[in-house]
């Protein structure tokens, strides 16, 4: 069941079950059994890989039992079998143009195809096959996307083992390299220990004498698995390489003792919660944490190393051309900072589809003009903090727009309630009383007369700008100001502002923030004498801003879709508290996959696709994104390909995810 869950296997698929006449390997030492790779499925490179045991079946080779030979070595084992595998290697990749996993069993002497199927590959692997038998011929530019599972180009940006701290550490182990890359964490020896120790919010590595499916939870939870015995073609390294987990298998030398919780490793000693690093390229095993590096993806994308020394960058940017090709949907990225929006932009981002302007009230002494704005018991005192307030969000857009240079940046007026600034502690409170001047009861008082019993649907969103038009009027300003500011500069850069009201349900609520949006506008252009292009939309996050967005439309220059929030108001769901019931609905099979990671398409994604009719039957030219967690999963970028959306809108990390998903949804539609 999880496994079906975990690759979305439809339970009305059920089992198949194939029946085939029995060879046998164990007839003799000129018998074998054996699983074998047309390429490397760790790194992808063209190299016959696998392995085999003499005198064995099959199950001998993949339980993890007996520690198997590696390929290379049949060929002067078994010298006349190996030559007729590297004819067999070389048929099945033609024909079916893609690297193959095949089971085979030599029965005194004579050669038995048993099994062939597409191999299970790394992202690495992934993305090097796929390149490299476009160069063969093999397979065309467009098979060749589409083979290539977009979550896989992760594994080409992840962090690994920081070279100088490598040196360092003391290696305790080695093993078979069955997973690429660094991963360090607690030593776990059971899927229930690796549980426990990522709800505590630690890193976890997952060491077992061999893997089961039973392990499967634990595996999924972990940064990297670690087993004793068993090849390359164990259960333990398969299933790594399907979650692109880190991996080593076979390790030897390392003894686990579960009754005792602890890891031999010759002189060394640990103990289960002591912390262990593993490198899946290499097969090195080292005791305890070990700083990580960037990827050679993103230290050329840093200019900490040339292009031309990193074969993986030039898979990574080869791939990357043809989703720009192929794809039609533009890609933007959400970001708060300079910094932020300069590394989606090195990863391929073309414009910001969210910033969230809660975020830059947490930084510095910022946060105590915007509590004073809070605690403030009429309009004169609000409009004197937001007063304090426009030159640090001025200065903030002003970093975002010449980050971008020119492309369209989106940014949210205030969306969460003001609770969430005010303290909690004592202490801080107290602090804030002191730098406020006020006595320490008015601001419990004013806390008190904040709270909300249901923040998540109560005063936030355009909700505030309504009851507080100040707010408004000051980060419109501040836009608009910034905007000048950069397009006057001394390098004239261009300026794209969209500014976004969000939790709109109304016409009206849209209308009434319109007015000021415009009326601010108007007077910053005035006053500087400038001509600013923007638009003004909304986003599109409660069900009734779905239902009538016919009527929204007539208001609106663009929607943005919020998922996060739809998500939680379509199914009356709290992402926050849904983990106390998840796990039962997920072994009844109520819900496949969690609908915060990947878009509930059969329910959220009608009310995205009347959204989408409706808005543009009111302007045919209406702009759709989407901006919530939901851009950056293939399953959901290949929705909004279908519902006709422009863009989507993802972190930094995912923007090379999504332009690869955006060309798959357009080539598989």
């Not at 638009?535 to 409660?542: A, N």
């Not at 379509?570 to 983990?579: F, N, P, V, Y």
Request: some cysteine; charged content about 25%.
């Amino acid at each position: 069941m999880l496994y079906r869950q975990q690759y979305g296997i439809p339970v009305e698929w059920g089992t198949a079950v194939t029946v085939q006449a029995m060879v046998f390997g164990n007839a003799g030492d000129d018998s074998a059994t054996g699983v074998a790779f047309t390429r490397d499925p760790a790194n992808g490179e063209k190299v016959f890989y696998g392995e085999y045991l003499v005198n064995a079946q099959g199950e001998d080779v993949v339980a993890g039992v007996r520690t198997p030979k590696a390929m290379a070595e049949m060929a002067k084992e078994l010298p006349t079998s190996f030559k007729q595998l590297e004819k067999v290697r070389s048929k099945l990749e033609k024909h079916f143009r893609d690297m193959q996993d095949f089971e085979f069993t030599i029965e005194h002497g004579r050669l038995f195809i048993l099994q062939t199927r597409n191999g299970k590959r790394t992202g690495l692997a992934a993305v090097r096959i796929a390149v490299e038998m476009q160069k063969e011929r093999l397979m065309s530019q467009e098979t060749a996307l589409l083979k290539i599972p977009a979550e896989s180009i992760d594994s080409l940006l992840v962090p690994v083992f920081d070279p100088k701290a490598l040196k360092a550490a003391p290696v305790i182990g080695k093993g078979l390299p069955a997973g690429p890359g660094g991963a360090t964490g607690r030593i776990a020896f059971t899927a229930a220990a690796a549980e426990l120790e990522t709800r505590k919010g630690n890193k976890v590595v997952l060491c077992r004498t061999e893997t089961s499916p039973d392990d499967l939870k634990g595996m999924l939870h972990s940064q990297g698995i670690l087993t004793s015995r068993g090849g390359v073609s164990s259960h333990a390294a398969l299933v790594a390489r399907q979650l692109g987990k880190v991996c080593i298998c076979g390790a030897g030398d390392i003894s686990i003792n579960y009754e005792r919780k602890t890891l031999t490793a010759g002189k060394f000693v640990l103990n289960e919660g002591d912390y262990i690093s593993i490198d899946g390229s290499t097969g090195l095993i080292y005791k305890g944490m070990i700083e990580s590096a960037d990827s050679e993806v993103t230290r050329v994308i840093d200019g900490k190393l040339k292009a031309s020394k990193s074969y993986t960058y030039q898979l990574f940017q080869t791939v990357m051309k043809w989703a720009d090709k192929h794809r039609t949907m533009n890609i933007r990225t959400n970001a708060d900072t300079p910094a932020m929006a300069q590394r989606a932009v090195a990863f391929g981002a073309e414009g910001i589809g969210l910033c969230r302007t809660e975020h830059m009230f947490f930084d510095g002494d910022r946060i105590d003009y915007m509590r004073q704005m809070i605690l403030a018991v009429d309009e004169v005192q609000r409009r004197s903090a937001l007063k304090k307030l426009l030159p640090f969000q001025r200065k903030d857009f002003v970093g975002l727009f010449k980050a971008m240079q020119g492309r369209p940046v989106t940014i949210r007026l205030l969306d969460p309630p003001l609770h969430e600034f005010l303290p909690h502690d004592d202490t801080v409170r107290r602090q804030l009383a002191q730098k406020l001047n006020v006595p320490l009861d008015f601001v419990i008082e004013r806390i008190k007369a904040l709270h909300e019993e249901n923040p998540m649907l109560g005063c936030r969103g355009c909700r505030l700008g309504i009851l507080y038009p100040e707010i408004t009027e000051m980060q419109t300003r501040a836009i608009f100001e910034a905007a000048a500011q950069v397009l006057k500069g001394k390098k004239g850069i261009k300026v794209k502002p969209e500014i976004m009201i969000p939790l709109v349900g109304f016409r009206q609520e849209l209308a009434d923030q319109l007015n000021i949006v415009h009326r601010v506008a108007k007077e910053v252009m005035t006053k500087r004498k400038i001509k600013i292009n923007y638009l003004v939309g909304t986003m599109i996050e409660v069900p009734r801003a779905a239902i009538t967005a016919d009527e929204i439309a007539h208001e609106a220059d663009f929607f943005s879709f919020g998922t996060n929030d739809l998500t939680q108001t379509a199914l009356g769901l709290s992402r926050d508290d849904m983990g106390l019931f998840y796990e039962a609905y997920q072994q009844k099979e109520i819900y496949n996959k969690n609908p915060f990671a990947s878009l509930d398409q059969t329910g959220v994604g009608k009310l995205i696709e009347l959204a989408v009719e409706r808005g543009r039957s009111t302007k045919p030219n209406l702009k759709l994104g989407i901006c919530g967690e939901h851009a950056g999963d293939p399953s959901s970028i290949d929705f909004c390909h279908r519902a006709g959306l422009d863009y989507v809108s993802c972190s930094p990390p995912r923007v090379p995810i999504a332009r690869l998903a955006a060309a798959q949804a357009k080539l598989l539609n």
